[in-house]
């Protein structure tokens, strides 16, 4: 019997415009249903995270050995370090029907773009640049330099934003994630046509 695919929905944008913390509320509502996929990186852990919670976190050398052994989706270096997408897990879940959750920088969502072009794309954008510096630095996470690189790559980030299905302003999360939301079931909707459509046309055969 047919059975559709999950949908893989890709949260990317600037670091600091708040994709986890959108995320983590999203996944916090009772009637979300997607999976979250844990991305794989070579930065430290921060106070608080945890390995297979927040991130898998590997060497250089491993991670470059996934990258050899193709068992990445995607990935790219952000700002010194390594991140990518584990593949199998993403295709497992995908092919049992359920959907699946990115949440990653820009370089990568455009090789997932290229992999998986039914996928649901979109970009969470900040209020303005200089509200960006703000979260970023309320955020404590990093040193000023890093944050001043981060910054200053979010204006190319920015540039990428008419690639995406989407654009979803984060002014507030709780109206991001009603907007995310909001696309999803619209999305799912529209997948559920398309298929009702293709089934009838093979039973007219
Ligand atoms: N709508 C919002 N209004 C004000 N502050 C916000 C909002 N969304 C997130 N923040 C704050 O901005 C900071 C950055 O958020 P967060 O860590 O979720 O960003 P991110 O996009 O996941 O960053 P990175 O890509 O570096 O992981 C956090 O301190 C968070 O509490
Ligand atoms: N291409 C990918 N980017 C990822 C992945 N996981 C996270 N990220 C993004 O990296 C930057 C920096 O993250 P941080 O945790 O150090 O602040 C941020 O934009 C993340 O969204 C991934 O698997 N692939």
Same mark, same amino acid.
């Given at each position: 019997m047919y059975k559709q695919r999950g949908l893989l929905i890709v949260l990317s944008g600037p670091s600091g415009v708040g994709k986890g913390? %959108?995320?983590?509320?999203?996944?916090?509502?009772?009637?979300? +249903? /997607?999976? /979250?996929?844990? @991305?794989?990186?070579? =930065?430290s852990p921060r106070e608080g995270e945890q390995d297979g919670v927040d991130y898998f976190f590997k060497s250089r050398q491993e991670f470059e050995r996934r990258i050899s052994e193709g068992g990445l989706l995607e990935y790219a270096e952000y700002v010194g370090n390594y991140y990518g997408t584990p593949l199998d897990y993403v295709n497992a879940t995908l092919d049992a029907g359920r959907d699946v959750f990115l949440e990653i920088e820009v370089v990568g969502a455009a090789q997932v773009r290229e992999k998986v072009p039914d996928g649901l794309f979109i970009f969470l954008a900040p209020p303005s640049l200089s509200e960006l510096q703000v979260r970023l630095v309320g955020r404590g996470t990093e040193e000023a330099d890093v944050i001043a690189s981060r910054v200053l790559k979010a204006r190319d980030?920015?540039?990428m934003m008419n690639l995406y299905d989407y %654009? %979803?302003? +984060?002014?507030? %999360? @709780?109206?991001?994630?009603? $907007?995310? +939301?909001?696309?999803?079931?619209?999305?799912?909707? $529209? =997948?559920?046509r398309v298929e009702k459509r293709y089934l009838q046309m093979l039973e007219g055969e």
């Open positions: 913390t %959108v995320r983590k509320e999203l996944f916090q509502q009772p009637d979300t +249903n /997607y999976e /979250y996929s844990i @991305s794989m990186t070579t =930065r980030e920015l540039e %654009v %979803v302003e +984060n002014d507030e %999360v @709780s109206k991001a994630c009603d $907007r995310i +939301n909001a696309i999803v079931t619209a999305e799912h909707c $529209r =997948r559920e």
